[in-house]
């Protein structure tokens, strides 16, 4: 059996790699949608978290409010999201995930899904558990930092 600074290491390595891939793939989706990189970011955003005010997602992506601006007007005139009115609050905006903007994306990232159901189904339920609280626990600690 390994020993677990290698197996460490690996892991790290893996990571690395997939998220390059993932990265590379999203800016490739993005540009044959006529989006900007950072655009597909936005969508997952808000299809995880829900609704969000420019100023959450300029902290959620780390980007200056006038970049979030033109991210937004993109996505809005590609109709995959539209500006509304805080009913708790007026003065807020909210960026709002438009019903069918993911129906519209899931052609594009149909592939990602089957990739990903054909690795998963090798897997005993098990071993899914453990996968499932490793992403679990990274997403957790992602989001204290």
């Known amino acids: 059996m390994a020993r677990r600074g290698d197996l460490e290491l690996a892991i790290q390595q893996q990571m690395i790699t997939m ?23 936005f969508l997952t955003l808000l299809q995880t978290r829900g609704a969000m005010t420019p100023g959450q997602l300029a902290e959620a992506s780390g980007l200056t409010s006038g970049t979030v601006t033109g991210v ?15 009913d708790g609050d007026r003065r807020k905006v909210l960026v709002v995930l438009m019903a069918d903007a993911v129906d519209r994306l899931a052609p594009i990232y149909a592939g990602q899904g089957a990739m990903l159901q054909r690795v998963l189904a090798h897997r005993t339920p098990a071993e899914l558990e453990v996968i ?11 989001e204290r930092i």
């Open 132 to 142: 499932s609280r490793f992403l679990g626990d990274l997403v957790t600690e992602d």
């Open 72 to 86: 937004i007007d993109r996505l809005e005139k590609a109709k995959l999201v539209r500006r509304e009115r805080d």
């Open 19 to 41: 998220i390059a891939n993932i990265v590379l793939f999203n800016h490739a989706a993005s540009a044959s949608l006529g989006l900007g990189a950072s655009d597909s970011q």
